[in-house]
């Protein structure tokens, strides 16, 4: 019998499994589908000469989470790479906001729209520069970050404090309207506020515009080389290596309580499997709390949270395989990993009050990938292993659009969209669908049939929005991976502090349980050898 079970090989509970072997726990990963990763995984299903990363794909969260950079991984194989420029957000006249890899460079480049927009950029990369690291420590360690908090609290004094702090909580609109006299800079941050499910109205999308923006320029928007896949084979490579035990295939049917302590799970298959210390979970918060453990061990109070738990929107994403690199009409969009495609932060407000009315996009938003400029090993020189994904409703209304989209994503309706966001490229890359040689639809159905915890392709496990987060993640007055059920721990993204692939969740679980025995102290001292 192991010390722990982890429910689910995501990132998170890879982390989670990975820092209990560490502190010299037993531990023993049980994945329902045939291979680890949940969202981080690649393979050569578009063609079989191109790396196509299935879900996530640019990870500047990685490459900034003090979680991952503590367990190592480059020992393990991994190795990361970036694209001459981070991301761009082309405009149909042909100018080009850019983010580039170097401060002076991006400034320059903005100051083409306005000029004192290179000033107010650097600006504000000054003030990141001075909260950042303390800021991103206290995003990714348990609610409340009290040490942490207090470090970021000195530095936010520094830094104007009060101000700053007011900038976190603006829409991305008005900060940009605020920071920048011209659309360069605003469309950086509103288009990387959109990463997430907020609209450039919504409170809090400054912040995580802004978040976002100063970590592509102070870390970029890394890859793995060789695909996405290989983040996690080398998580599932230290935690074998370690001693962990990784089972795929094997769906956990229910977590076993007994005495209102959760002793092990339970499979499809009809083994039990038991744990001696503590059970993690690495699944939806709805998933695990109605299907694997119960509403007789729970709170009425969480039952009734629950059903107000609110899911990020869902996605849409297709995949190509393509014969040359995409025509941009602007340029620069050329050398980017990461392009942003729509009609400025007027586009992004359209696109984002259509899915609030329920409605399919007419002209989706869509981030597009381009992975062999950010990896030339993944498709053969002179080609572009490349994808885009756009947003859709979780429950679809009605299609702003031609094609009466309804939701169901029968084939006429996964080709149907997949023609928009072609369509919404070939807008700004004329000659783009000529080059298309072969092509994959992932459907916000066919997301979660292959990774459960993207429920109907809410890539976040929840809303980003600022009432389901800290205190409120993933109902109110939790905010911690600690659950009702003494022993079982939430590892996943429906957990503080969300999504993104950064390893937090499956920390903060892992040091919960190492805590409830007495043992955070050995976890700290095994992670500075």
């Given at each position: ?6 429910i689910g090989a995501g990132p998170n509970g890879l982390v989670a499994a990975n820092l209990l072997v560490d502190a010299g726990w037993s531990v023993e ?351 053969p020189a002179g080609t572009e292993s490349a994808w885009a994904y756009t947003h859709v409703p979780q429950r679809i209304a009605s299609d702003a659009g ?128």
């Amino acid at each position: 019998m192991p010390d722990a079970v982890v429910i689910g090989a995501g990132p998170n509970g890879l982390v989670a499994a990975n820092l209990l072997v560490d502190a010299g726990w037993s531990v023993e990963v049980l994945e329902a589908q045939e291979e680890p990763g949940g969202a981080v995984r690649s393979d050569r299903g578009v063609h079989p000469d191109f790396v196509s990363d299935l879900f996530s794909a640019f990870y500047p969260l990685a490459a900034a989470s003090p979680v991952l950079a503590r367990l190592g991984l480059a020992a393990e194989g991994l190795r990361w790479s970036h694209a001459p420029r981070v991301l761009a957000h082309p405009l149909l006249d042909g100018r080009c906001a850019v983010l580039e890899r170097r401060v002076l460079e991006t400034a320059s480049g903005l100051e083409a729209f306005a000029p004192t927009d290179g000033d107010a950029w650097r600006d504000m990369y000054a003030v990141w520069s001075r909260v950042g690291p303390d800021l991103v420590q206290t995003l990714f360690t348990p609610f409340p970050p009290v040490r942490a908090g207090l470090r970021l609290a000195a530095k936010l004094r520094a830094a104007g404090g009060l101000r700053l702090a007011r900038n976190l909580a603006l829409p991305v609109r008005r900060l940009g309207e605020e920071e920048f006299a011209g659309a360069g800079g605003r469309l950086l941050l509103a288009g990387n506020a959109l990463h997430a499910d907020l609209s450039p109205e919504a409170a809090g999308s400054g912040g995580f515009g802004w978040m976002m923006s100063m970590l592509g320029q102070s870390h970029g928007f890394p890859v793995p080389v060789g695909g996405a896949g290989i983040l996690t084979a080398t998580l599932v490579s230290r935690l074998q290596h370690r001693g962990g035990v990784l089972r795929c295939g094997e769906r956990v049917e229910s977590v076993v309580v007994r005495g209102d302590r959760a002793v092990g799970v339970r499979t499809a298959g009809g083994e039990s499997v038991g744990a001696r210390r503590a059970v993690l979970a690495d699944t939806s918060v709805t998933a695990l709390y109605r299907d694997l453990v119960g509403q007789e061990h729970l709170p009425s109070r969480l039952l009734w949270d629950l059903e107000r738990f609110q899911w990020d929107f869902a996605t849409f994403k297709v995949d190509w395989a393509l014969g040359g690199p995409v025509p941009w009409t602007a340029p620069q969009a050329a050398g980017a990993g990461t392009v942003h495609l729509a009609d400025g932060i007027d586009g992004l407000t359209r696109f984002a009050s259509q899915i609030a009315m329920g409605q399919v996009p007419a002209e989706p938003f869509a981030l597009l990938g381009q992975m062999t400029t950010a990896d030339p090993s993944r498709s053969p020189a002179g080609t572009e292993s490349a994808w885009a994904y756009t947003h859709v409703p979780q429950r679809i209304a009605s299609d702003a659009g031609p094609d009466h989209i309804t939701g169901q994503w029968d084939a006429r309706e996964q080709e149907a969209m997949a023609d928009r966001i072609e369509a919404q490229v070939e807008r700004f890359a004329p000659g783009f669908r000529a080059l298309i040689g072969a092509r994959r639809i992932l459907a916000p159905t066919t997301l979660q049939a292959m990774d459960e915890n993207l429920h109907n392709g809410a890539i976040n496990n929840g809303t980003t929005a600022l009432h389901q987060q800290a205190i409120f993640r993933p109902t109110p007055g939790t905010g911690r991976p600690e659950t009702p059920v003494k022993g079982l721990f939430l590892a996943s993204a429906a957990a503080h502090p969300g999504g993104g692939v950064h390893g937090a969740p499956g920390a903060n679980a892992a040091r919960a349980a190492l805590r409830s025995h007495g043992l955070q102290t050995l976890l700290h001292r095994a992670q500075r050898i």
